[in-house]
């Protein structure tokens, strides 16, 4: 940390920011007459304009330390006025849940910023039908911003071993509520993690990232299914650090309205069930193996294929069929295809039907599928049809499948 910017200095600073407002209004409220009150706005803005100057100077130097990802960013959040630093602040660095703050929580979520902490968090993924226990474990240190690293990432449907489950099965509930609040938790697929972060709010928006690929992951691996239902509510997501939790509804902003099902029961044939016998697909062990080294991987083509996960997951929760055509066609061409040349239909048809097709007809029939994604992709975007003619998205999307199944595989 610059010696510019310790604690003394940080806690001087937003006192004065505070004291000023205050300072002003009093002496306002004492102005005898209008020269009077025009003398003290002006000595007002001069110490107000000088205030801020070391406002953007300190905002400068949290980009350079790579707590912000762009200089606008971090001077727009790292500003004099208390309504914009309130949304980056907060005790060991967590932003409290009502966006409240004292001058001493603002001094320690500023030393976050510098310093950085490690975040903690749990968010429930997958709700549970019925199924083997599963658990699925992987280390990852170099992520997708400089401000992050050392991650490390436990997906399991055991509830009671999540290390938080008692912060979050127990807030602010009676005994009772403590009870069925748990019960409503265990019936979930649970991702729980730390990672080593600055940004509260950069560690929020990775968080959420990691889970709509861990989402799209369970559904290509046919761990999942996607299942519609508006009776089920996810549980809350956690974020923290140190001792202070943030307990909020993010996961609803992944999917809203929608869980997944995971189901061992073969008698269950909806969409939203699966059978994970042993002889219908992959073993289990397998897949969960697949899974751990696709998430650990820290190359580009890992990166590629988690970025198509979250394609994936966005073309099943789309609200039209032109929209899934358009995520279907950029995770596919984000996968096979060097968009950088031209004619991309063409190419994109080849690609695919070369690397799952089994035999000439199948490669025939796949080809025929890629056309008319481009053409409802087309009809989408430039037309705003929702219900392009002649395009499948089911069939498409189990072709996705089959490519993302392909490069977790190979990888």
Request: aromatic share 8%.
């Amino acid at each position: 940390m610059s010696d510019e910017y310790d604690k003394q200095s940080l806690t001087r600073l937003i006192d004065a920011a505070y004291e000023l407002e205050d300072e002003y209004f009093g002496r306002l409220s004492d102005a005898k007459d209008e020269q009077a009150s025009a003398k003290i706005k002006a000595e007002f803005e001069n110490k107000k304009q000088e205030i801020s100057i070391k406002f953007q100077k300190l905002a400068d130097f949290l980009f350079r330390n790579n707590a912000f990802d762009t200089k606008e960013q971090a001077r727009k959040a790292i500003t004099s006025d208390p309504n914009d630093r309130m949304y980056f602040l907060g005790p060991d660095g967590v932003v409290p849940d009502d966006g409240t703050l004292n001058p001493e929580h603002e001094v320690d979520g500023l030393l976050a910023l510098m310093n950085g902490r490690e975040f903690h968090f749990q968010v429930p993924v997958a709700y549970v039908r019925s199924g083997p226990e599963l658990t699925v474990e992987f280390e990852r240190n170099k992520l997708d911003a400089p401000s992050l690293s050392a991650m490390r990432v436990r997906l399991t449907s055991n509830y009671s071993s999540l290390r938080a489950f008692d912060v979050v099965g127990s807030f602010n509930l009676g005994p009772r509520q403590k009870s069925q609040n748990r019960l409503r938790h265990e019936n979930w697929i649970w991702v729980e993690g730390s990672l080593h972060g600055k940004n509260f709010q950069r560690v929020k928006l990775f968080v959420e990232a990691l889970c709509q690929e861990i989402q799209g992951a369970l559904l290509a691996s046919e761990l999942c299914k996607f299942e519609l239902t508006h009776l089920i509510s996810p549980p809350e997501m956690l974020i923290g650090s140190g001792a202070t939790f943030n307990i909020g509804s993010y996961v609803h902003s992944i999917v809203s309205g929608v869980a997944y099902s995971v189901s061992y029961s073969p008698s269950l044939t909806s969409e939203g069930e699966l059978d994970m016998r042993e002889g219908l697909g992959r073993p289990l062990g397998r897949r969960i193996r697949q899974l751990e080294r696709l998430f650990r991987g820290e190359d580009d083509r890992a990166r590629e294929i988690r970025q198509a996960l979250r394609m994936y997951l966005r073309a099943h929760a789309a609200w039209s069929e032109g929209e899934k055509a358009m995520f279907l066609a950029t995770l596919l061409e984000g996968l096979l295809l060097d968009r950088r040349k031209e004619d991309l239909s063409a190419r994109l048809q080849d690609a695919v039907a070369y690397w799952v097709g089994t035999t000439a007809i199948d490669r025939d029939g796949i080809r025929a599928q890629i056309k008319k994604l481009y053409s409802a992709r087309s009809d989408f975007v430039h037309n705003g049809q929702l219900t392009p003619s002649n395009f499948d998205a089911g069939k498409v999307l189990a072709l996705a499948q089959r490519v993302i199944e392909k490069e977790i595989v190979n990888l």
